[in-house]
T-cell receptor, first 112, second 117 residues
């Protein structure tokens, strides 16, 4: 079993839809949670970072963490074609030093 | 702020040659940088952690003599793929963390696409 599970998709939605991207994890040592967006042939771009259970909002993006269920989500409101990319969840915790553990990434396609 | 650059962005080389990839933190000093490898449609795989002034720490299964890492200054780390072979063709990405932050966040470079013929 992988430490971080993420559905690779692709997830295809119409423009304006609310997108929900999710990751589950097995190790309770993970304490810090991040979402990265990666466009094709580019490096990942940090979107959201959080370390506590609950919601964190930034513009159209909301990151949600439920440590009791070991489940994190990224919601995108009013999705745009420019949101089409691969979304990677990443986690870090005690015993991992500075290393990030990544999910496989979910391919999102927003159709206009 | 927190911009990381890589050079070159793309390189094609012949089998058996060595290729050097540079990773620079442009607006901050980074005592630690990370090197990743990404195959098509797959996630990032950490290769090694590059520490300024000391030896890099390699992940299990990564050949340290094949992938030479030098972190000569607080803004520059280099990855040299020695005696490259076609199976080394991949997307290589570096990342760094600004010192004011507590290493939870990493900022990534744009990546270097290596094609070995």
């Amino acid at each position: 079993q992988k430490e971080v599970e993420q559905d690779p998709g692709p997830l295809s939605v119409p423009e304006g839809a609310i997108v929900s991207l999710n990751c589950t994890y097995s190790n309770s040592a993970f304490q810090y949670f991040m979402w990265y967006r990666q466009y094709s042939r580019k490096g990942p771009e940090l979107l959201m970072y959080t370390y506590s259970s609950g919601n964190k909002e930034d513009g159209r993006f909301t990151a949600q963490v439920d440590k009791s269920s070991k489940y994190i989500s990224l919601f995108i409101r009013d999705s745009q074609p420019s949101d089409s990319a691969t979304y990677l969840c990443a986690m870090k915790g005690t015993g991992y030093g500075n290393k990030l553990v990544f999910g496989a990434g979910t391919i999102l396609r927003v159709k206009s | 702020g927190a911009v990381v650059s890589q050079h070159p962005s793309r390189v094609i080389c012949k089998s058996g040659t060595s290729v050097k990839i540079e990773c620079r933190s442009l607006d901050f000093q980074a005592t630690t940088m990370f090197w990743y490898r990404q195959f098509p449609k797959q996630s990032l795989m950490l290769m090694a952690t590059s520490n300024e002034g000391s030896k890099a720490t390699y992940e299990q299964g990564v050949e340290k003599d094949k992938f030479l890492i030098n972190h000569a200054s607080l803004t520059l780390s280099t990855l040299t793929v020695t005696s490259a072979h076609p199976e080394d063709s991949s997307f290589y990405i570096c990342s760094a963390t600004p010192p004011a932050q507590t290493h939870e966040t990493q900022y990534f470079g744009p990546g270097t696409r290596l094609l070995v013929l």
